[in-house]
């Protein structure tokens, strides 16, 4: 083990769209997927509407309880985009139509297009970093530990890719998965709770599922130290082999 | 319009395994389509791990603002299952074997069966009352107003079903939704914001998608009053038409 300190995160999904069930969220696994492969601890999603105190509250609290912030959504050109000025407020700095984004979005629209509207997507807190967006330009920025990222998932992405090099890592949790299949949680739950007490280093988790034909329950063994790890995955192993009979 | 009270509701997902990635959560989008097909509507969402104190404080923070919380996961046999005894210990009550809970169980499980493990299924709050679980018999509970699910969506679709019944709602949020398609949004942004000033009874969203061809952009009007509702779904359809040429 190591006294590295951990790297935390917290995700925030802004959009009313996603709370009225209309858009299935699918950046949060994303962002999930990538925290676990860099060895980010992600600790919290909150999702919010498209509500400037909401907005507010949320990214004060998170970005002051965690490493990073990911915010999703709110950051096109509509009226209902609210993300940039959202985040401006909550940091207290102003905000204004950033040269450095306006000229992102010239690659992209003649500038007898770039009208009001799309201007709003150049709207960027004072002292950000912008964040590219290969795909429709208009970027996303860091301010402070909080990344302010756009809500369709390809884009997203993208951004996430571009973010990925300047993010502070920690030690990777490791993990390794024992099926369990059809064997009950109920009977090796006892058994489970004693080897996750013999093993204080790592997290035990027992993950039922169902598919055609019944229950399939997973063992799932996380940690950082790869021998303490191990060391749990073969008791637990044992176990599973014992009751299988 | 009318003057009827909102119902609010929110959502406390709790589990590891989805802040890992290792799961993808399901729960979430099932709740808000099922909530807004009612009339309930969705305030907030968060996702915390498998920790007490972090259970009890989403818990208190949200069973304090909203109507209902919805809670999913962490109500199996294994020792990473501590939703229940996190819910009593947000609640200030006691949590035991509750003998309505055991019968449930006895459906399932022969009595010499029903080790330690699987009693901790029967483990209810003190004044709870029981969800049932048509699937795999271990109830949820609804303890004040915190209604307690499983986290396997099968299950936690058929404990929706039966409560569903027992909730109070409000007037259903109506939508109409206009297809952009490719139309920048940028081309109608600053129209649609005018109408959103025009018709301040209703709420207009722009949601961008992307697909093979390109953005795929649907304008969704939503508001509780079916006139209103026409009357700027009208004036947005004339605007996309226009605009289309």
């Known amino acids: 083990m ?3 300190p951990s790297i935390t995160a917290a995700i925030l999904v802004i959009g009313d769209e996603i709370l009225s069930g209309r858009t299935k969220d ?3 696994g994303t962002i999930a997927d990538y925290c676990t492969a860099v060895g ?3 600790r919290e999603v909150r ?6 105190d909401r907005i507010v ?3 004060n609290a998170l970005r002051t309880d965690y490493t990073y912030l990911f915010t999703t959504g709110g950051i096109g050109p509509t009226h209902d985009d609210i993300t940039a000025d959202s985040v401006a407020a909550a940091f207290g700095v102003s905000i204004d139509v950033d040269p450095r984004a306006k000229a992102m979005l010239l690659e992209r629209h003649k500038p007898e297009d770039l009208n009001e509207a799309r201007l709003r997507m150049a709207r960027i807190p004072a002292g ?3 964040i590219a967006n290969p795909i429709s330009k208009a970027p996303g920025f860091r301010l402070g530990n909080v990344f302010v990222m756009a809500g369709v998932p390809a884009i997203m992405q993208a951004m996430l890719d571009n973010i990925g090099p300047t993010l502070e890592t920690g030690l990777r949790v490791l993990s390794h998965t024992i099926e369990a299949g059809n064997l009950p949680e109920g009977t090796y739950a006892g058994d489970l709770a004693a080897l996750a007490i013999a093993h204080p280093t790592v997290s035990i988790g027992s993950y039922p599922s169902m598919t055609q034909s019944g229950f399939a329950n997973r063992i799932v063994v996380r940690g950082k130290d790869p021998e303490a790890l191990d060391a749990a995955k073969g008791d637990i192993e044992d176990l599973v082999t014992r009751l299988r009979g």
């Open 40 to 42: 980010i601890d992600l």
């Open 47 to 52: 999702i919010v509407p498209d509500e400037q």
């Open 128 to 130: 950000a970093d912008l």
């Open 57 to 59: 509250a949320a990214v």
């Open 2 to 4: 190591t006294d590295q």
């Open 26 to 28: 699918k950046n949060i």
